[in-house]
C-alpha cells in the first residue's frame, strides 16, 4: 500500500488548523466567563461550624412530672435531647452538681420521707447521704467538697462547700472566698436576688429545713419560711423580689404533685402558688446564657434566653422545674 494515498489537499489542511484554532479560542474564552467552581459549590455543613461560633457542649439539669412522678433530668443543650437519670416510682428532685460536674445530690421520698441522695453524673451509684462511713470516704476520696455553683448578675459567686464536713454557703469575688453561714448546721442551696445583694438559702438551723435570706455578706439574717415542722427548701428568686420556694406543709413530696410557696423578704408571709399566679423566676447565668422557669403558658416550663432570642426548652404540658447549670469539666 503506498504512503501517497494518504496526502491531503492543501487547502483541507489549512481548513483543519482553523478549525483546531477556533475550537481552542472558543474553550478559552469559556473559561473566563465560567464561574469559579468553589463559588457555586455548596456549603459543607463542617464549614459553617468552622465559620460560626464554638458548638454547643452545655447541659442542664432539672427536675419534672412528665412520667408521673417527679425525676431528675438531663438536657444536652445542643440537640435538646433528654435524659431521665432517677427513673422509678418515687419522688426524687431538687439536684445540685458537684464543682467538676461529676456527681449529683438530690432529695428523694424513696424510703418514705424526704432525704438527701447522692449519684454520678450519669444516674448511676444512687446511695443515701448520711453521717456514714461510705459518705464521710466518698467525699473525702473523690474530692468533691465544693457543690452547687451560682453565679450572680454582679459576677459573685455562692457555692456550698463540705471543706470542714458540715454544710457551709460560700461568697466567692475574685479570688477571695468567705464563710458566709459559720454554724454547725446544714446550709445549702444558695440562690441569687436579681440584684446580686441578697441570697436566699435553706438550713435546719432551727431543727427542721427552713427557707432563709441574708445579705451578700452574710449579714442581716432573716427567716422566710414561718416556724412550722414541714420541710422547706430549695429557694429561688422570682423577677419581682419575692422568694419561691419548695414546702411540704400541705403537699407531701411524693407522686407528680409539689407545694411551692411564695414570700416577701422585708414581710415573711409565706402563701402557697396558685393557677392565677404567673411568675417568672430569677435566671441562672452561664456567662451571657440564661435559664429559667416560668408558668406564664399555664404550666412550669424552663427557657434558654440569649441576648433577645428566648427558646422554650421543655414545651410540653408537664411541670419543668429548677433548672441549673452543669459545671464545665
Not at 411524693?254 to 408571709?269: K, R
Amino acid at each position: 500500500m503506498s504512503a501517497s494515498r494518504f496526502n491531503l489537499p492543501r487547502r483541507v489542511v489549512f481548513s483543519l488548523i482553523a478549525a483546531v484554532l477556533i475550537l481552542v479560542l472558543l474553550v478559552w474564552i469559556y473559561a473566563l466567563i465560567l464561574p469559579d467552581p468553589a463559588a457555586v459549590a455548596p456549603t459543607h455543613p463542617a464549614s459553617t461550624a468552622e465559620a460560626s461560633a464554638e458548638p454547643e457542649i452545655r447541659s442542664i439539669m432539672f427536675m419534672s412530672n412528665r412520667d408521673g412522678d417527679w425525676d431528675i433530668y438531663v438536657m444536652t443543650l445542643a440537640d435538646q435531647s433528654v435524659t431521665n437519670l432517677t427513673n422509678n416510682d418515687t419522688a426524687d428532685g431538687m439536684g445540685s452538681f458537684s464543682a467538676d460536674g461529676g456527681a449529683i445530690s438530690f432529695l428523694s421520698s424513696r424510703n418514705g420521707q424526704l432525704e438527701a441522695f447522692n449519684m454520678n453524673a450519669d444516674g448511676g451509684d444512687q446511695f443515701q447521704v448520711a453521717n456514714d462511713l461510705r459518705t464521710i470516704m466518698s467525699i473525702l476520696t473523690s474530692g468533691r467538697l465544693n457543690w452547687d455553683f451560682h453565679l450572680s448578675t454582679t459576677g459573685q459567686t455562692a457555692f456550698v462547700s463540705l471543706r470542714d464536713l458540715n454544710l457551709e454557703i460560700y461568697g466567692q469575688n475574685g479570688d477571695t472566698e468567705t464563710n458566709l453561714t459559720q454554724n454547725g448546721a446544714i446550709d445549702w442551696f444558695p440562690a441569687w436576688s436579681a440584684d446580686g445583694t441578697r441570697l436566699a438559702f435553706g438550713s435546719d438551723r432551727t431543727g427542721d429545713q427552713e427557707v432563709y435570706v441574708m445579705d451578700a455578706d452574710g449579714t442581716n439574717l432573716t427567716q422566710l419560711s414561718g416556724d412550722n415542722p414541714a420541710y422547706d427548701v430549695l429557694p429561688v428568686w422570682v423577677d419581682d423580689g419575692r422568694v419561691l420556694f419548695m414546702s411540704e406543709r400541705e403537699v407531701a413530696f411524693a407522686g407528680g404533685e409539689i407545694g411551692l410557696y411564695l414570700v416577701n423578704p422585708d414581710d415573711p408571709q409565706p402563701v402557697r402558688v396558685t393557677d392565677d399566679d404567673v411568675l417568672t423566676i430569677a435566671p441562672e447565668l452561664d456567662g451571657a446564657t440564661a435559664i429559667y422557669m416560668s408558668n406564664a403558658d399555664g404550666d412550669w416550663d424552663i427557657y434558654r434566653r440569649d441576648g433577645a432570642t428566648v427558646i422554650n426548652l421543655t414545651d410540653n404540658d408537664t411541670d419543668d422545674l429548677f433548672p441549673t447549670w452543669k459545671p464545665s469539666s
